[in-house]
């Protein structure tokens, strides 16, 4: 069985601070993480996946994520939020089990502020 | 962008009515799936397809039903729409079921069921 945690149903930053959306994950076998961001009125698009090659992950419009064993995280990060990086965020993961079915967290909007 | 297309875009229908969406792709991927998003749900998996003809059932299937007669459609039916149904419906396709794969996702379909 494999579930997500995202800490924080909305989080707020001024343009130019770091961005941080915490993601932790729970699976019985290796996982495979993703990372996908929506924008308004638009379906998912990737951001950026581990799959257990390289822990630190580097995804486009500069974010990056750490896969933590030992922590059961996959925390995604920002160094300087963009007005444009305002969205949803999703955190999946999914196994070599599951026909690549991917399960979901809630969300995190991620506002920015001038 | 991967090639996948929702129809319709939007739909108003009236409790106790059938809906059919449809799902389509240009992709040849051989996996398919049906999502619903609702707010503070994050993304729920209705059904997927593994293949023409070949479908399973995902964790909210009660009162849908799927069809995949060619590989690039894959429709999703509400055999009698209630208003727990309203919701944005996103289709996803995937090239292999393996866990590591990136599912792309279409634009959405916004439901109302009044």
């Known amino acids: 069985a494999q579930s997500v945690t995202q800490l924080g149903s909305h989080v707020s930053v001024s343009e130019g601070a770091l961005v941080l959306l915490r993601c932790n994950y729970s699976?019985?076998?290796?996982?495979?993480l993703f990372w996908y961001v929506q924008y308004p009125n638009q379906g998912l698009q990737l951001l950026l996946k581990y799959t257990s090659a390289a822990t630190l992950v580097k995804g486009i419009n500069g974010f990056e994520a750490e896969f933590k064993k030992s922590e059961t995280s996959f925390h995604l990060t920002k160094p300087s939020a963009h007005m444009s990086d305002a969205a949803e965020y999703f955190c999946?993961?999914?196994?070599?089990?599951?026909?690549?079915?991917?399960?979901f967290g809630d969300g995190t909007t991620l506002t920015v502020k001038p | 962008d991967a090639g996948i297309t929702q129809s319709p875009r939007h739909k108003v229908t009236e409790t106790g009515t059938p809906v059919t969406l449809r799902c389509h792709q240009t992709?040849?991927?051989?996996?398919m799936y049906w999502y619903r998003q609702d707010p503070g749900h994050g993304l729920r998996l209705i059904h997927y397809s593994y293949g023409v003809k070949d479908t399973d059932k995902g964790e909210v299937s009660d009162g849908y039903s799927v069809s995949r007669s060619k590989t690039e459609d894959f429709l999703l039916t509400l055999e009698s729409a209630t208003s727990s149904q309203t919701s944005v419906y996103f289709c996803a396709i995937s090239e292999s079921g393996q866990g590591t794969d990136t599912q792309y996702f279409g634009p959405g379909t916004r439901l109302t069921v009044l």
């Open positions: 999946a993961v999914s196994d070599n089990t599951n026909a690549g079915k991917s399960t």
């Open positions: 992709e040849n991927h051989r996996y």
């Open positions: 699976s019985s076998v290796p996982p495979y």
